[in-house]
Nanobody
């Protein structure tokens, strides 16, 4: 059974930090391109960051310099370190894993930036 399970969301003040985790099972994790997406209320889901199996990185312009995506293939886990969080970062964050024509989503984790 394929599962992608996110954790680490929560409520944080502006300027604060959170680290999201996504644990995968039932897949050859090391072969997957892993990504973090987010969806704010009334907006489309957007790519935040991605990290390919070969180490190729991509970030949305809005998070460059503040967010860092990493992966631990031994633990089948991808992380998103989020620093200097802003109000506009409030969204449900989703983990995505894809390889070839196959792709999977996690259930999402809420991140709320509020004072």
């Amino acid at each position: 059974q394929v599962r992608f399970v996110e954790s680490g969301g929560g409520l944080v003040q502006p300027g604060g930090s959170l680290r999201l985790s996504c644990a995968a099972s039932g897949v050859m994790f090391s072969q997957y391109t892993m990504g973090w997406y987010r969806q704010a209320p009334g907006k489309q889901r957007e790519l935040v960051a991605s990290l390919s199996s070969r180490g190729n990185l991509a970030y949305a312009d809005s998070v460059k310099g503040r967010f860092t995506i990493t992966r631990d293939n031994a633990k089948n886990t991808v992380y998103l370190q989020m620093n200097n969080l802003k109000f506009d970062d409030t969204a449900v964050y989703y983990c995505n894993g894809r390889t070839g024509n196959m792709g999977y989503w996690g259930q999402g984790t809420q991140v709320t930036v509020s004072s």
